[in-house]
């Protein structure tokens, strides 16, 4: 069994792992170290023997670790005889039937309040996906030493804080909900459409995100917005084989050959859909309805915009944001045509609601070429460009803005 075996078990098995041991030894930091610690021996001793259990192994290695670093721990040494008063069985996983609710309290303490919202996203990729501080790093293209020192900031800030290992309370669980879904949702954003680099889409990511929805639904079955979220990436991410050319360069809605589609991804998504919907859509809910009609539509042509439009007006009112407003100029667009979407747009710009922001004057460009406003147009594409970070959406952006010459 060689390395690609133990990254593979890794990244199934290191959110029950770490969520195990954090609750054996009360400290979240320690957990994810001894963690860390049994995969590098792993790496060593797997090579020569593989277990017959090899998440039971890693169990087992990583309470270890923990041990010895406790003993360490002179000030801790009741701690210590109670932790090691335990015993430590290679091919039985500890507590398996509080295991669901291991991985839940994981979710919640690497989401927590106390956290920067870029911690947040590292600790979460890290100790509930398993990703290296590599992969984190390639994602969010930043270095490694700084997604290494948000996740150590993250867990000397969860043990300053005092942050216990339990799930929160019932009438505080359905708020903190909440920052769990945006951590999903903004990392699952960034592989939908990156935000900088040389790449539109970073499927790598995108799935991540969807895992841990996955994750998150079956552990909480009755919660409408995780199931809306689930539904919203699975959804999306139908459209990815669709959205690039084989150069990587980007492939517009109109332009999609929709049989490319995944219809898989797309009847999972419409399932999860349907499990959010009894209980009324909230604002994952109402996008991923909206993604459920492009993913029934033949064409661009004969998408729903009406529908899509009274969508957004709902999600405006649940969920207000810029974005959402211009979204629905889009589909205000499509619906009804140029003139009226530009008079939101224009009215966003008036109030300054999207500063420094590529969309707006995307958007803009888009609605005043239709307008034959072409001079215009072209001013706003351009500064469009200037504004995106995405090598791939700016050579986009520019090319249109060349077309207007």
């Not at 998408?303 to 207000?320: C, F, K, Q, S």
Request: aromatic share 4%; proline share 6%.
């Amino acid at each position: 069994m060689g390395a690609v075996d133990v990254e593979a078990v890794w990244r199934i098995e290191s959110a029950r792992i770490v969520a195990a041991l954090t609750r054996f030894t009360g400290d979240f930091g320690l957990a994810e170290d001894a963690a860390q610690e049994a995969v590098a021996e792993a790496l060593v001793s797997w090579a020569v023997e593989a277990p017959t259990n090899p998440a039971g192994w890693l169990m087992a290695t990583a309470r270890r670790r923990a041990i010895d670093a406790i003993r360490r721990r002179v000030a801790l040494q009741d701690r210590y005889a109670l932790i090691a008063a335990a015993p430590i069985e290679e091919d039985v996983e500890a507590d398996p039937d509080r295991i669901d609710d291991d991985v839940l309290a994981l979710m919640f303490i690497s989401c927590h309040p106390v956290l920067s919202p870029e911690a947040r996203v590292a600790l979460t990729l890290r100790v509930v996906a398993g990703l290296s501080s590599e992969e984190i790093a390639r994602a969010f293209l930043v270095s490694v030493p700084t997604v290494q020192a948000r996740i150590t900031r993250g867990k000397k800030t969860i043990a300053a804080a005092g942050v216990p290992f339990e799930l929160p309370p019932v009438g505080e669980r359905r708020q903190r909900l909440g920052g769990v879904l945006s951590v999903i949702y903004v990392i699952f954003t960034e592989g939908s459409t990156a935000t900088s680099g040389d790449r539109l889409v970073r499927p790598e990511v995108a799935y991540e995100a969807i895992r841990l929805a996955r994750t998150l639904a079956a552990l909480q079955p009755a919660e409408p917005e995780v199931h809306g979220l689930l539904a919203l990436c699975e959804l999306t991410a139908a459209r990815f084989p669709a959205r690039t050319a084989p150069d990587g360069s980007p492939v517009l809605l109109e332009d999609q050959d929709r049989r490319r589609w995944d219809l898989s991804a797309i009847r999972r998504g419409l399932d999860s859909l349907a499990k959010a919907s009894p209980r009324g859509l909230g604002p994952y809910g109402l996008q991923a309805a909206i993604a459920a009609v492009h993913a029934s539509a033949p064409s661009v042509e004969a998408t729903d915009w009406d529908r899509i439009v009274v969508l957004y007006e709902a999600l405006g009112r649940v969920a207000p944001s810029p974005v959402v407003e211009l979204n629905r100029a889009v589909a205000v667009a499509m619906a009804t045509g140029p003139a009226q979407a530009l008079a939101i747009v224009d009215e966003l710009i008036a109030t300054d609601r999207l500063p420094g922001s590529h969309l707006l004057p995307t958007v803009r460009g888009e609605l005043l070429t239709r307008l034959d406003r072409r001079p215009e147009a072209r001013a706003e594409l351009e500064l469009a460009a200037r504004l995106c970070a995405n090598e791939r959406e700016r050579s986009v952006l520019l090319r249109k803005a060349a077309a207007l010459d």
